[in-house]
């Protein structure tokens, strides 16, 4: 039989605490517990929130995949789907306050929007953004932005279907992105090529090809900063 929050006395219970002393009274563990809900039959839960937190600093927590979380005793796919919702949620909301005119003016303002989407995807993800004639992000729906998930190359890119995107969207300008989830953000050949390919397709139609970026857990790269585009 698992412990659960109930079973804690009451003056123990996060819930108890945080209505009775807000919020910021309680410990990192304390918040984890009233995520996970439940312990294990050998942990209470924040027991198991404790050691949670010490295989994974709470840094590193929103960054780790299911399987990681789910290698952990007592953290089943019910609990690591919880985990990674709340960090979820939290990117989205650091997202939205830092986009606070919507602009896309620099590679700083580019990467708030790409680095919380693409860096903890277990497979490649290439997105491109729409940008109206005053760099504003036309759709904050990330399921618009994807063209192509697996191996990012020529070979699986349609340079077509980018364009027919772009005009659908009435974008005056876009900025592609895409993640080497097992490598360096350091772009390949491949990469250089292909976004060379892009950029001179897209401005046939005279919408304007700000940036190229990619990302990984750790790091990111523009290949306009890196000179790799003119």
Not at 4 to 21: F, G, T, V
Not at 33 to 44: F, H, Q, W, Y
Not at 109 to 124: G, T
Request: aromatic residues 4%; charged residues 35%.
């Amino acid at each position: 039989m698992e412990y659960k929050i109930k079973d804690l006395p009451k003056n123990e219970r996060p819930r108890e605490r945080l209505e009775k002393q807000g919020v910021k009274a309680l410990s990192d563990s304390e918040l984890l517990a009233l995520v996970i809900r439940s312990g294990t039959r050998d942990k209470n839960v924040i027991e198991l929130s404790r050691e949670i937190l010490k295989n994974f600093k709470l840094s590193n927590l929103g960054k780790s995949s299911l399987n990681e979380l789910k290698s952990l005793e007592g953290i089943g796919r019910v609990k690591a789907g919880q985990i990674k919702a709340v960090f979820e949620l939290f990117k989205r909301l650091s997202r939205e306050e830092k986009d606070t005119n919507g602009k896309i003016e620099c590679f700083k303002d580019a990467l708030n929007y790409v680095k919380p989407f693409l860096s903890d995807k277990e497979e490649e993800i290439f997105i491109m953004i729409c940008l109206d004639s005053k760099n504003r992000v036309i759709s904050k729906n990330t399921d618009k932005w994807i063209i192509s998930s697996g191996s990012v190359n020529r070979v699986n890119i349609d340079f077509r279907a980018i364009v027919k995107k772009a005009l659908k969207e009435n974008a005056a300008g876009v900025v592609l992105a895409h993640n080497h989830p097992g490598g360096e953000a350091k772009p390949t050949e491949e990469d250089i090529k292909l976004t060379k390919e892009i950029k001179e397709t897209i401005e046939k139609v005279d919408i304007k090809f700000l940036d190229h970026i990619i990302v990984n857990k750790e790091d990111s790269v523009s290949l306009k900063e890196e000179n790799d585009i003119s």
